[in-house]
């Protein structure tokens, strides 16, 4: 019996996955490049990529290409949160895997944000990715004062949040959400394509004297996660302190 090429393409592609060369969320080689693997036309690895989309097993997304399909992780703005509580709070499997520990001159520091104006002038620097389920799931960085960081250990950090490890409490935040492309380093870490879509969130955390302690930096490939809020109505119940959009203009 003749075998339909893209059904052997589809079968090949789908015993990758299942053996987890491909796990959920991760993107695909691209169609020209599964086509020279498997010497086969882009048409015919299209079709058979629409066949693994018709069973659930991919999908595709714009500027990732073929992506294996999988979880978005729902991040809320409602309530100051770390990555770590949300992820167990979803009964997700998360690691820290620490890149950098150092105490640093805040001029030294290579950020949009303004860490030496909020902070000071020295600071602890932790930059890390987060991976769940044993994938690459967002570069983190934070920033830290170093009179509230000098007992901080690289095992420390490495094990729980800042949140969790100082001993002045988080009371509220201030945080932006942009898309932007991902970064040559950023692409490496995290496993995608460069100039995949990201979102970057940019957070400065406060203490209950509303004085800045910690600042941060989060790139998320922007088919891993999404974000959620709840947007009160017109009249009395949109005069409380809910979370807001604005328009950022152009720079």
Not at 173 to 182: G, K, L, M, R
């Amino acid at each position: 019996m003749r075998t339909i090429r893209y059904r052997q393409i589809a079968e090949a592609i789908r015993e990758q996955i299942e053996a987890g060369a491909y796990g959920p969320g991760q993107v695909l080689p691209s169609e020209a490049s599964l086509g020279r693997d498997h010497d086969a036309s882009r048409v015919t690895v299209r079709k058979a990529l629409e066949l693994l989309r018709g069973e659930g097993l991919v999908e595709s997304r714009q500027g990732f290409g073929w992506i294996v399909s999988g979880q978005l992780l729902s991040q809320s703005l409602e309530s100051l949160q770390s990555i770590e509580s949300q992820l167990a709070r979803v009964g997700r499997a998360h690691e820290r895997q620490i890149l950098d520990f150092r105490f640093i001159d805040a001029d030294g520091v290579d950020s949009k944000a303004d860490v030496g104006g909020a902070l000071g002038q020295r600071v602890l620097e932790v930059r890390r990715v987060s991976r769940v389920d044993d994938r690459p799931f967002a570069r983190v960085t934070v920033w830290c004062a170093e009179e509230l960081a000098q007992d901080l250990t690289l095992q420390n950090v490495s094990q729980a949040s800042f949140y969790d490890l100082l001993q002045v409490e988080a009371t509220t935040a201030s945080q932006t959400i942009s898309a932007e492309p991902v970064s040559a380093d950023d692409a490496e870490l995290l496993e995608v394509p460069v100039g995949t879509a990201a979102l970057v969130v940019r957070r400065t955390t406060f203490d209950g004297d509303n004085q800045p302690m910690l600042m941060a930096e989060h790139v998320f490939p922007g088919h891993l996660t999404e974000f959620n809020v709840e947007l009160a109505g017109s009249g009395e119940a949109a005069t409380g302190s809910s979370p807001t959009l604005r328009l950022v203009a152009d720079p």
